[in-house]
């Protein structure tokens, strides 16, 4: 099966600067790759998405890249505010079942 | 709201007991998921569901039962054969056409050993 790696594990950056977060995936099928946001005691929310026949998407402050050949996509956030502090999950989906693996989460702290 | 509800919110459970979490939805998805969420462990798949009365296992799914008898609610129930069940519980829906509109995911069930 699919095999999603994360890093960094945590993450602290001032606030103004930029922060990425790389993932890395194992299936060469998985086509669909989302990024969820999740606060602290709440659900997951979705805060960007790229499919494979895309290499970046940007929406306002956040971007997403993917490197299909070398299987990993990156979650870029500029200009941090104290609001984006959260854990962020990557995801990998190929369309079969829809079931998406994830990887093991970025607690992202930014300090005002 | 969202359009996926969980509860309870908080679940106490004693030891050698059933629980059973709620997991409804009423977004007309046909895919429906459980995940468990422990700390540093990110997200992992108990069971999902793609359809009404089917349901496979996920990569955890020893010590858990689902059914899924009606398209909105794919209940979870946590048996007393799951040896370490204090987490997060998270449950999820998406639509079955392609993986084209990722997970809508309920508020979550914090279930705690007492």
């Known amino acids: 099966g699919e095999n999603v790696e994360q890093h960094p594990s945590t993450l602290s950056v001032q606030e103004g600067d930029s922060a990425v977060i790389k993932c890395t995936y194992s299936?060469?099928?998985?086509?669909?790759f989302p990024w969820y946001k999740q606060e602290l005691g709440k659900r997951p929310q979705l805060i960007i998405d790229i499919r494979s026949n895309v290499g970046e998407k940007k929406d306002q402050r956040i971007a997403v890249t993917l490197n299909k050949t070398a299987k990993h996509f990156s979650l870029h956030i500029t200009e941090t505010q104290p609001e984006d502090s959260a854990v962020y999950f990557c995801a990998a989906s190929a369309n079969t079942g829809n079931q998406f693996y994830f990887g093991t989460g970025t607690s992202l702290t930014v300090i005002p | 709201d969202g359009g996926i509800t969980q509860s309870p919110k908080y679940l106490f459970r004693k030891e050698g007991q059933n629980v059973t979490l709620s997991c409804e939805q009423n977004?007309?998805?046909?895919?429906m998921y459980w995940y468990r969420q422990d700390p540093g462990q990110g997200l992992r798949l108990i069971y999902y569901?793609?359809?009404?009365?089917?349901?496979q296992k996920g990569d955890i799914a020893e010590g858990y039962s689902v059914s899924r008898e009606k398209k909105e609610s794919f209940p979870l129930t946590v048996t007393s054969a799951q040896k370490n069940p204090t987490a997060f519980y998270l449950c999820?829906?998406?639509?079955?056409?392609?993986?084209?509109?990722?997970?809508?995911f309920g508020s979550g069930t914090r279930l705690t050993v007492v």
């Open positions: 569901s793609q359809i009404v009365n089917d349901f």
């Open positions: 977004l007309n998805h046909d895919a």
């Open positions: 299936d060469s099928a998985s086509n669909y």
């Open positions: 999820a829906s998406s639509t079955r056409q392609g993986s084209s509109y990722g997970y809508t």
